[in-house]
């Protein structure tokens, strides 16, 4: 080797030794956020007694300063103050969280956002608690367990009917003006006279189940002339169809199995539980086994394990909220494994898509209309007929055919984008921002990926903390041209 050569090699080295230490020390030096009590329980505090205060204790346990540009809560009743300087690494910092109880009677739960250069997403904080009803010279509507789960119905037996007992824990009679069911089979009856203060009255609701094969879930809305004036009670259960319905619904199949449907959609709050119930049947000539798995922490399913040849039997999903740590879109494919009794072996997935949105159910009415609002330019986004890139001299390429779409917070509150996605990955996004100000907008460009499709027809879905709609979804068409 000649010494040019050599010193050329040298240099050559030197340079690279430089481009990864800088590198190695750039993604070295970056801050983390911690808090170890991320979530503060109040209790059970007085409407009257004044404002309440919470101080969360943020850390930094990166190698780069911390800046904690923004705090925001989910509502005007939460006042957050932080620590504007700088949090060193090693060192915390404070977040001081103010909540207001006037005008915010029952249980609450608080969301404060913590956007800071640790993360493009925000580091949530929860507080929560209980606001108690000044009782005095008022009626107070009191039930034990607002929601009554019929479990299995037959289809035969018609009609299902749940008495809840209503006691009036106030200073005042309590009237009951109205009930109003959420459809034509929920039918209520309810106690007409004054139900005095200690007392209890009836609201009985029946379900009529014929002709209604599933799983149901119905509310009535109780009227009366307590200071929250109207409360919500729940009924659910599953209706196990004549043997002529439960032929005709099972309509899709999963390997040997026929099942009601094979994608299970999920919007799910905080603190709270879903559950999905479908019928499955194994439709080959010998028994066999089914095996789950792929399943998350917060997913629990309930399914026989051993498969009758040709009997029904019933499949359960849940979802539980408190097991969630963060807001968004999460798509999981359970593994649906099944051997019959002679070894044939089946594999295939099971969609579960699921919605992790804000406690909407905790907010008041005022803070629902002083909350954010999401705006989209267009809902149907048609890429039309694009032709295939032939590239240099007809080699190679493809075309990449991009729109771009506005998103706009026509709220009073900030607006926070949880998730952007489509299952395809030939639908690329990008969003400019993900948290708006009031009437602030952010730009939305999808880029087609046309790669040897002849038709194209996905859903973008977005899950913002929109209490009205905060799970969107924008279709988008496109198709090939000869």
Known sequence: MTKKAKTIRNFTVFLLSCILLSEQGWAQNKPVITVDLPVHDFGSIQEKGGEVTHTFVVGNTGNAPLTISQVVASCGCTTPEWTKEPVGAGQTGNIRVTFNPAGQPGPFEKTIHIYSDA?????????????????????????????????????????????????????????????????????????????????????????????RPGPFTKTVTVYTNEERFRQRLTIKGDVVPVEHNLARSLADTIGITQIERKMFTFTVQPEQNQTQNVWIRNFADED?????????????????????SGKAERFKITVDGNQAHTRGRKLHLLEWKTVTASGKTSVETLPV??????????????????????????????????????????????????????????????????????????????????????????????????????????????????????????????????
């Open 119 to 211: 993360s493009q997403e925000p580091y949530m904080l929860t507080i929560k608690g209980t606001v108690a009803l000044e009782s005095e010279g008022k009626p107070i509507f009191a039930v034990d367990n607002p929601v009554f789960d019929f479990g299995l119905i037959n289809e035969e037996d018609i009609d299902a009917t749940h008495v809840y007992r209503v006691k009036n824990t106030g200073a005042a009679p309590l009237v009951i003006s109205h009930v109003q069911s959420s459809c034509g089979c929920t039918e209520p009856e309810w106690t007409k006279d004054p139900i005095l203060p200690g007392q209890t009255g009836d609201v009985v609701i029946t379900y009529v189940a014929k002709n």
């Open 288 to 308: 066999a086994t089914l095996l789950l798995g792929n399943i998350p922490p917060y997913i629990t399913v309930e399914a026989p394990q051993q498969l009758k």
């Open 353 to 482: 898509s699921i919605h992790f949105v804000d406690a909407f159910s905790k907010m008041t009415p005022a803070e629902r209309q002083n909350g954010a609002a999401m705006q989209i330019s267009e809902t149907i986004l048609n890429f039309g007929k694009i032709k295939k890139n032939r590239g240099f001299m007809g080699f190679g390429g493809h075309k990449n055919e991009s729109r771009r779409l506005t998103l706009t917070n026509t709220g009073k509150s900030p607006l926070t984008l949880h998730s952007i996605g489509c299952d395809d990955p030939r639908l690329q996004i990008e969003i400019d921002k993900k948290t708006l100000q009031p009437d602030e907008s952010a730009t939305l460009t999808v880029s087609l990926k046309y790669n040897d499709i002849q038709t194209f027809g996905k859903d973008i879905i977005i899950v913002c903390n929109d209490s009205r709609e905060p799970v969107r979804e924008i279709r988008v068409y496109a198709e090939r041209d000869k």
